[in-house]
C-alpha cells in the first residue's frame, strides 16, 4: 500500500512551461500576455466607475467581467511564472485549496454572468420597450450578486472536499495550477463518486448556461432579421457578436475540458486548453469590448480628458 503523508505536505505543481529555451520564449509570451490582462482589466473596471455615462445593466455586468477575470489572471499565472522563475514549484496545502476556491469561484461566477448578459442583450434587442422594467438597475445588482453568490457556494463545497481527501505519497499536480480534477488522480482513495459531482457542476455551470445563450442569441439573430432599420441592424450584429466571440472563447474549452470522458483526458491537453479560458480569454475580453465598442471608446477619450485637465 502507498503511504499516506501528513495534510501540511506541500504540492507540487509541475508547471507549463519546460526547463528548456522553448520554455523561456513561452514564459515571456505568457508573462506578456499577463500583463495586457492586467491593464486591460484593470482599467475597463476603471472606466466604468469613473464615467457616468456607462452606469447602464450592460456595462455593469461588463465590470463584473473584466473584475472575474483580473482575479482569474492573478490567481494563476504569477504563482506558475515564479515557480518556473525560481524553481521552486511547491504550494503549500492551504495555498492550493485557497488557489482552488478563487479558481471554482470565478469559473461559475463568470459563466453566470457571460449568461446575464445574453440576458441583457436579449432583452434589449427583443422587448426594447420592457428594457427598463425586466433589466433594470435593481435586476442586475441582484444579477450579479447572485452570480457571485451562487458561484461562492459551488466553491466552497468542491474545495471542502478536496482539503479533506486523503492523498498519496505523490504531491506532483500536473498542472499549472491546483485544478480539482488534476488534484483528484493523487488521492489514495475512491473518487469516483465525487467526480459525477464534478461532472454535474459542469453542466450546471458550463453545458446549461450554453444553451441558454445560444438559444437567446437565436432569438436575437431573428428579431434583427426582422428589423426595418439598417443602422439598428447593424449595430445589434455588433454587440451580439461581440459577446458571441468572448462566450466562444471561455465556454468551448471549458466545456471540452470538463464534459468530455476521463479515458479521453490527457494533462498537456487539459494545460494547453486551460490557457485559453485563463490566460487568453482575460487578455481577450478588454480588447474586443473597447475597440469594437464606440461608448466605451468615448468614455475612454472623456475619462483622460479629464484626468489632463486636474493635472494641468
Not at 506578456?32 to 473596471?45: E, I, K, Q, T, Y
Not at 469613473?50 to 489572471?73: E, G, K, R
Not at 511547491?90 to 469559473?107: D, K, N, T, V, Y
Not at 445560444?214 to 450584429?237: F, P, W
Request: a positive charge.
Amino acid at each position: 500500500m502507498e503511504n499516506y503523508t501528513q495534510p501540511s505536505t506541500d504540492f507540487v505543481l509541475l508547471g507549463l512551461f519546460p526547463p528548456s529555451r522553448a520554455g523561456l520564449v513561452l514564459f515571456s509570451l505568457t508573462f506578456s500576455v499577463f500583463l495586457m490582462a492586467l491593464a486591460g482589466n484593470l482599467c475597463m473596471v476603471l472606466l466604468i466607475l469613473l464615467d457616468a455615462h456607462l452606469h447602464t445593466p450592460m456595462y455593469l455586468l461588463l465590470s463584473q467581467l473584466s473584475l472575474m477575470d483580473l482575479i482569474y489572471v492573478c490567481t494563476t499565472v504569477p504563482k506558475m511564472e515564479s515557480g518556473f522563475l525560481s524553481g521552486n514549484k511547491s504550494i503549500s496545502f492551504i495555498g492550493c485549496g485557497f488557489q482552488s476556491f478563487l479558481f471554482l469561484i470565478i469559473a461559475g461566477s463568470e459563466a453566470l454572468i457571460l449568461m446575464s448578459m445574453a440576458y441583457d442583450r436579449y432583452v434589449a434587442i427583443c422587448f426594447p420597450l420592457h428594457y427598463s422594467i425586466c433589466m433594470n438597475t435593481k435586476v442586475c445588482v441582484q444579477l450579479i450578486l447572485g452570480s457571485w453568490a451562487i458561484g461562492a457556494v459551488n466553491a466552497c463545497a468542491h474545495t471542502v472536499y478536496i482539503l479533506q481527501v486523503p492523498y498519496c505519497r505523490s504531491r506532483a499536480i500536473d498542472h499549472f495550477f491546483c485544478d480539482v480534477s488534476a488534484m483528484l488522480t493523487l488521492a489514495c482513495t475512491d473518487t469516483r463518486v465525487y467526480e459525477y459531482t464534478v461532472f454535474l457542476s459542469a453542466i450546471l455551470f458550463l453545458l446549461l448556461p450554453f444553451i441558454v445563450i445560444v438559444l437567446s442569441y437565436g432569438k436575437i439573430l431573428l428579431a434583427v432579421y426582422r428589423m426595418r432599420s439598417q443602422e439598428g441592424t447593424k449595430k445589434a450584429y455588433s454587440t451580439c457578436s461581440t459577446h458571441l466571440t468572448v462566450v466562444t472563447f471561455y465556454y468551448v474549452p471549458c466545456i471540452y475540458t470538463y464534459l468530455r470522458p476521463k479515458t479521453l483526458r490527457s494533462p498537456e491537453e487539459d494545460k494547453v486548453l486551460a490557457v485559453f479560458f485563463t490566460i487568453l480569454t482575460p487578455m481577450l475580453n478588454p480588447v474586443i469590448y473597447s475597440l469594437r465598442n464606440k461608448e466605451v471608446l468615448g468614455a475612454l477619450g472623456r475619462v483622460t480628458q479629464r484626468i489632463c485637465s486636474l493635472k494641468m
